[in-house]
């Protein structure tokens, strides 16, 4: 059995409080230290919680509130600038109950899994930025803009792309990778597309990305992936208003088959946010002697892969065993590294291939569509997506170094 009996969660977004959730079914008190002083409202869009993610959800007995945030969308439609159809490709196996990925907007996601953490009794402290961390002889010493201090056994760094807790770890961890490319997106009333609720459809256009979905009330969620060469300044994309992205991608999208700019030009433009793709390919170090990355901290996939808010999940339930079951914070982390390094980079660089398609250029764009339905039916039931999506992580099964 471990000595570990409390811990402190630096984040408050997707992995911290379900690490809290996951640690307290353990035994383990935790507490969830989250530096936004309010609610995670109108932060992001939206994102697909795929199954393997609801999977361990369930693990710990979260998936209900969080699945009721969103609905279900199983299947992408694949289509050409011109407006050909491509094929298809799924987002996630069916779980034995029938259950397929899900479709939320990233603040309901959020808002459902603090709520199911808080009822539990899970203290979810906010506007908590920590700025200095250090391990003492038998814990860890956590320091916060506000002056205040927290103590505890271990401190789980779940604080995103930009962790201050990965600083701490190792000063010398290689920054975010800019993946070329600005994520856009938007929430459109009153345009008809043709799609039918809970379908997604991703276009390859000539100049850039697109792709929406349409919720069950008949509101259709789109995004925009545009290529960017240059890494923009931190702040730069985000503080792009909504009516000059609207203006852009007008643009873009003009010589496209298909509905992007009736959706863009559509939709509200104070509801339309913007941030640059970054990611975490390789990080060496994930843990010292009582401290440790999880999430977007530790491995961060763009979001072609359909994967951050999955792989983070079971990152936290996963760390929760490992803690759970082996002596001491060392040999768990040691562990809980080994299980997960290999999967989460596996994933990451898969979607690294499938970022370079997203803007192909005149040649790419007549290869297309050739080329895309013959890798779709090669990937469809191939073992590299059943890895990915047919991932079960058994809470009963104990975790041996």
């Avoid at 345009?191 to 390859?204: K, L, R, Y």
């Avoid at 349409?214 to 994309?237: C, I, K, L």
């Avoid at 959706?263 to 946010?273: E, K, P, R």
């Amino acid at each position: 059995m471990t000595g570990v009996r409390t811990a402190l969660v630096i984040g408050g977004g997707i992995a911290g409080p379900t690490a809290a959730m996951a640690l307290h079914k353990a035994g383990i008190e935790p507490v969830v230290y989250e530096a936004h002083p309010r609610s995670a409202n109108g932060i992001g869009i939206f994102l697909t919680l795929a199954s393997n993610g609801i999977d361990a959800l369930r693990t710990i007995g979260a998936g209900k509130t969080a699945l009721a945030a969103g609905f279900s969308t199983p299947v992408i439609r694949l289509r050409s600038a011109t407006g050909k159809n491509m094929g298809e490709n799924i987002t996630g196996m069916s779980l034995p109950d029938g259950t397929t990925s899900h479709t939320l907007k990233r603040a309901d996601l959020y808002k459902a899994i603090h709520d199911e953490a808080t009822s539990r009794g899970i203290r979810i402290e906010r506007g908590k930025r920590l700025v200095d961390a250090q391990e003492t002889r038998d814990g860890v010493r956590a320091v916060f803009a506000d002056g205040t201090e927290a103590t505890g056994d271990v401190l789980i760094g779940a604080d995103g792309i930009y962790s201050t807790v990965r600083t701490l770890i190792d000063p010398a961890a290689p920054a975010p990778t800019y993946a070329g490319l600005a994520n856009i997106g938007g929430y459109t009333r009153g345009v008809a597309v043709d799609a039918e609720p809970g379908s997604q459809i991703m276009i390859f256009g000539k100049h850039a990305f697109f792709g929406y979905t349409v919720a069950p009330s008949g509101e259709v969620w789109w995004f925009a992936n545009m290529a960017q060469a240059d890494e923009p300044a931190r702040g730069e994309v985000e503080a792009i208003t909504g009516q000059e992205w609207q203006r852009r991608l007008a643009d873009l999208y003009a010589e496209d088959a298909g509905p992007a700019v009736q959706l863009v030009q559509a939709s509200d433009a104070q509801g339309i946010t913007a941030t640059p793709v970054h990611s975490i390919p390789h990080l060496p170090v994930w843990h010292t002697g009582r401290m440790v990355l999880i999430g977007d901290a530790a491995h961060a996939p763009t979001p072609t892969s359909g994967q951050g808010a999955s792989l983070s999940i079971e990152d936290a339930v996963t760390l929760a065993q490992c803690l759970r079951d082996l002596p001491g914070p060392q040999p768990a982390f040691a562990q809980f590294e080994a299980l997960r390094r290999p999967r989460a980079e596996r994933i990451i660089k898969a979607a690294a291939r499938i970022n370079s398609t997203k803007a192909p250029g005149p040649v790419g764009q007549a290869l297309l569509p050739v080329i895309l339905p013959v890798i779709l039916k090669m990937t469809a039931n191939s073992k590299q997506m059943k890895q990915m999506y047919d991932y079960h992580i058994d809470w009963d099964h104990v975790i041996r170094s």
